[in-house]
Nanobody, 120 residues
Framework: QVQLVESGGGLVQAGGSLRLSCAAS????????MAWFRQGPGKEREFVAG??????VLYADSVQGRFTLSRVARNPVQLQMNSLRPEDTAVYYC???????????????WGQGTQVTVST
């Protein structure tokens, strides 16, 4: 069974840091792109960051310079989130597909999500 499982969410004060991990099982994902999306209360799911099979990384403007996505031996994928803001509060999802695109509708493999809450 192919699965993505996120971990590392939690409650943190503004300015703090969290590290999210996405563990994949059931197949080799070395040839897949892997991405993080988030969905805040009452908002649409939005792209956060993604790493291509080549290792190149793409970030949303809103997290550029604060978040760092890394791929450790191709699996798992970690998202280091620094200087967190209340507007970063959301459920964060890991997703996988060939290539990395920002449209969540293009992904058909998702994790269950992990809650990140940033307090003022």
């Amino acid at each position: 069974q192919v699965q993505l499982v996120e971990s590392g969410g939690g409650l943190v004060q503004a300015g703090g840091s969290l590290r999210l991990s996405c563990a994949a099982s059931g197949r080799t994902f070395s040839d897949y792109g892997m991405a993080w999306f988030r969905q805040g209360p009452g908002k649409e799911r939005e792209f956060v960051a993604g790493v291509r099979a080549s290792g190149s990384v793409l970030y949303a403007d809103s997290v550029q310079g604060r978040f760092t996505l890394s791929r450790v031996a191709r699996n798992p994928v970690q998202l280091q989130m620094n200087s967190l803001r209340p507007e970063d509060t959301a459920v964060y999802y890991c997703a996988a597909r060939f290539g990395v695109v920002v449209n969540p509708a293009s992904y058909d493999l998702w994790g269950q999500g992990t809650q990140v809450t940033v307090s003022t």
